[in-house]
């Protein structure tokens, strides 16, 4: 069951623009929601996290943007780089009971020059 | 660097075969958690370990197993191996309690079988 969508599937951007990707979830027990990077090759690495109680949190040129009554949080990378082109992963977690992450199904963001 | 280290880097076997993948957690970190990572499943949750205790059990075939020992190291057994178990696995580590939620990547296990 997809509990977190993610879109979109891939997502080009100029250098200097601004990408935004989106998530999408429906458990409304989620309660927090982060952002991972990945590189080929290597592991996910934690970018920036949000829980519900705020409607943005920013972190240098990367704001999650959060809205609990659409049920949908978005991450924004402003003056995007071509270092920044990765596959961008969104998750949520419960605290009930279980920590574990569900994953959405990934962004593979290009920046071009 | 995340601080999760993860041995073999890969690991090539062949069908019927058993493995074991090893996961060292970050220095504090008493959670590890197992995700297996394929193309056509994405990221998927296997398991999580806290402090030796089994916390919770995700989508883990009864052909795979795993434990976390007392120096809080932790093994992912897969047994019995088919060809659709090729796929990258990684460890995660979290720091206590168990409610915490930022879990910190290990850089994989690459598993092909042939």
């Known amino acids: 069951q997809q509990q977190v969508k993610q879109s979109p599937q891939s997502l080009i951007v100029q250098k200097g623009g601004i990408s935004i990707i989106n998530c999408a979830y429906e458990n409304t027990a989620f309660d927090y929601f982060p952002w991972y990077q990945q590189f080929p090759g290597k592991g996910p690495a934690l970018l920036i996290a949000?829980?519900?109680?705020?409607s943005e949190k920013k972190e240098g040129r990367f704001t999650i943007s959060f809205n609990k009554s659409a049920k949908q949080f978005s991450l924004h990378i402003m003056d995007s780089q071509p270092g920044d082109s990765a596959t961008y992963f969104c998750a949520a977690a419960s605290n009930f009971g279980n920590e574990k992450l569900t994953f959405g199904t990934g962004t593979r963001l290009t920046i071009i020059p | 660097d995340s601080g999760v280290t993860q041995t073999p880097k890969h690991l090539i076997t062949a069908t019927g075969q058993r493995v074991t993948l090893r996961c060292s957690p970050r220095s504090g970190d008493l959670s590890v958690y197992w995700y297996q990572q394929s193309l056509d499943q994405g990221l998927q949750f296997l398991i999580h370990y806290y402090n030796g205790e089994e916390r919770a059990k995700g989508n883990i075939l009864e052909r795979f197993s795993a434990q976390q020992f007392p120096d809080l190291h932790s093994e992912l057994n897969l047994s019995s191996l088919e060809l659709g178990d090729s796929a990258l696995y990684f460890c995660a580590s979290s720091p206590p309690p168990p409610g915490r939620h930022e879990q910190y990547f290990g850089p994989g296990t690459r598993l092909t079988v042939t």
């Open positions: 949000i829980r519900p109680d705020v």
